[in-house]
């Protein structure tokens, strides 16, 4: 909560202290322009930020989005031979049952 009060203005404190966690967290988004640029940054204009953004979230996403394909493609293969163990089994209970 101090995180909030030394971001927020003085109404934005009134505020938040009748605020549930989730309505901090939002008033503590709303005020990222009060985090200090790290000093590597300070030389580019607004344009090449936004290039050198657009990159690293590219960058991320040609790395995570595979992992994330594979790990869904394992859950799936992981689910369908369950149902086909338990299909299996269903077939042979019933077939036993038979005879």
Do not use: W
């Amino acid at each position: 909560m101090t995180t909030v009060q030394s971001i927020s203005s003085k109404t934005d404190q009134d505020d938040c202290k009748h605020a549930t966690p989730l309505d901090t967290i939002d008033v503590v988004e709303h005020n990222l322009d009060a985090v200090p640029m790290p000093e590597s940054l300070l030389g580019f204009s607004k344009e090449e930020l936004e290039v050198i953004e657009r990159r690293l979230k590219r960058k991320a996403d040609f790395i995570i989005m595979p992992i994330i394909g594979i790990l869904y493609i394992l859950n799936c293969t992981r689910v369908l031979t369950r149902i086909s163990r338990m299909a299996c089994t269903d077939a042979s209970k019933t077939s036993i049952a038979r005879t």
